[in-house]
Nanobody
Framework: QVQLVESGGGLVQAGGSLRLSCAAS????????MGWFRQAPGKDREFVAA????????RYADSVKGRFTISRDNAANTVHLQMSSLKPEDTAVYYC?????????????????WGQGTQVTVSS
């Protein structure tokens, strides 16, 4: 089992940048593919980005491709989401999640563990 704690959210103007971090507990962090999801008010939770166990494989939602970058540091048990060129429509609660799989290609894996979320607000 893994526990996840997000940080780095906040208020930023459109066009700005934020870096979200997710700290994972437990010795088995390297066994999990990691992902970021978000949920805006009144909307369903949606996939944002994912990264494989090795950190080599990544995938992104079309809406963030070219603006967001996911990365992980297996030695520090952390995963990051660097967000640039932020838009008001990026406003949401962002969640870190872990999946019991090594890769993130093909069908999106099932994510079994979730953090509490961190609020990102982008003003116009």
């Amino acid at each position: 089992q893994v526990q996840l704690v997000e940080s780095g959210g906040g208020l930023v103007q459109a066009g700005g940048s934020l870096r979200l971090s997710c700290a994972a507990s437990g010795r088995t962090f390297r066994s999990y593919a990691m992902g970021w999801f978000r949920q805006a008010p009144g909307k369903d939770r949606e996939f944002v980005a994912a990264i494989s166990v090795s950190g080599v494989g990544t995938r992104y939602a079309d809406s963030v491709k070219g603006r967001f970058t996911i990365s992980r540091d297996n030695a520090a048990n952390t995963v990051h989401l660097q967000m640039s060129s932020l838009k008001p429509e990026d406003t949401a609660v962002y969640y870190c999640a872990a999946a019991i799989t090594r890769v993130v290609g093909g069908p999106l894996p099932r994510f079994d563990y979730w953090g509490q979320g961190t609020q990102v607000t982008v003003s116009s």
